[in-house]
């Protein structure tokens, strides 16, 4: 079955950096868009960053561009979310997923456990 593991999550304090990593298996990984997700506490579950199957694409939400990075290398099967200039409202439950190709914002049915990310002030 298909599994995602996100691992990198932790506690930093604002303005630092961090790197999420999400290890996938069950799934020819190379061939899929993937994207992260966040979810604070009390809040829906929302998109952050997607990427094409390829690199070739790549989708922001308004609130990390310009300080969230995603890549893969499909060779290891494996998706990052590199993350600078942290602000304590980017503290949330993060999570790896396989997304729409043509959107990479929709998610399209696979999820990760989620890792917490907590950014003190």
């Known amino acids: 079955q298909v599994q995602l593991v996100e691992s990198g999550g932790g506690l930093v304090q604002a303005g630092g950096s961090l790197r999420l990593s999400c290890v996938a298996s069950g799934l020819p990984f190379s061939s899929y868009a993937m994207g992260w997700f966040r979810q604070a506490l009390g809040k829906e579950r929302e998109f952050a960053a997607g990427m094409s199957w390829n690199s070739g694409r790549t989708s922001y939400a308004d609130s990390v561009k310009g300080r969230f990075t995603i890549s893969r290398d499909n060779a290891k099967n494996t998706l990052y979310l590199q993350m600078n200039s942290l602000k304590p409202e980017d503290t949330a439950v993060y999570y790896c997923?396989?997304?729409?190709?043509?959107?990479?914002?929709?998610?399209?049915?696979?999820w990760g456990q989620g890792i917490q990310v907590i950014v003190s002030s």
């Open positions: 997923a396989t997304v729409q190709s043509w959107t990479l914002a929709v998610p399209s049915g696979s």
